[in-house]
């Protein structure tokens, strides 16, 4: 039972472009979300959150959008670079629950010169 | 760095062998974590620690066991290793629930 789901395995883009990735949930208990980013032989590295009580968050160049009614959240990149090339997971948790994150099963973001 | 390190960075180990993978922090923060990544899965939590020898089970946690002494370090243990606990595994921290973690770089067992 997936409780948080990345359809899509691949995602490719051309640099300057927007990346978006996308995610859904299935666990109305869920009230927070994170993304992380991972590069080859490295650990996940933090990149945003959201709480359930905003419908969008930014830093920088990386947005991301919560959409509860729908189970939704997405992640913009804008304008999307090189160095943004590697596997994305999102991620979410009940505020109660120790920290103990659900993960999607992540997408492999390329960006092209 | 982080502040987080693991060990070993890789093990082969053979089915039926115990094997001890440790994480160790130097942030003082009171949450920890061991998570494995498998393809098609994502990363799943095995055992969580709230505070030293305060632990508790995560989604996969059969055939795991965790120990949490001190502060500083928290020890997954794989009793009798199976070939399905070939996985790459990740030890995270984190100073207060429901914040972003520090994720160590990994350990990748495999199990013949």
């Known amino acids: 039972d997936q409780q948080v789901k990345q359809n899509s395995p691949s995602l490719s883009v051309q640099e300057g472009r927007i990346s978006i990735l996308n995610c859904d949930y299935t666990?109305?208990?869920?009230?927070?979300f994170l993304w992380y980013k991972k590069y080859p032989a490295e650990g996940p590295t933090f990149l945003i959150s959201i709480s359930s009580i905003k419908d969008k968050n930014e830093d920088g160049r990386f947005t991301v959008f919560l959409n509860k009614s729908a189970k939704h959240l997405s992640l913009h990149i804008v304008p999307s670079q090189p160095g943004d090339s590697a596997v994305y997971f999102c991620a979410a948790s009940p505020s109660t629950s120790y920290g103990k994150l659900t993960f999607g099963q992540g997408t492999i973001l390329t960006v092209h010169p | 760095d982080a502040g987080i390190t693991q060990s070993p960075r890789h093990k082969v180990t053979e089915t039926g062998t115990p094997v001890t993978l440790r994480c160790h922090q130097t942030?003082?923060?009171?949450?920890m974590y061991w998570y494995r990544q498998d393809p098609g899965h994502g990363l799943r939590l095995i055992h969580y620690?709230?505070?030293?020898?305060?632990?508790d089970k995560g989604e996969v946690s059969d055939g795991y066991s965790v120990s949490r002494s001190k502060t500083e370090d928290f020890l997954l243990t794989l009793e009798s290793a199976t070939s399905s606990q070939t996985s790459v595994y990740f030890c995270?921290?984190?100073?207060?629930?429901?914040?972003?973690?520090?994720f160590g770089s990994g350990t990748r067992l495999t199990v013949v």
């Open positions: 942030e003082n923060h009171r949450y």
């Open positions: 666990n109305s208990m869920f009230d927070y």
């Open positions: 620690s709230y505070g030293v020898k305060d632990t």
């Open positions: 995270a921290i984190s100073d207060q629930a429901n914040y972003g973690y520090t």
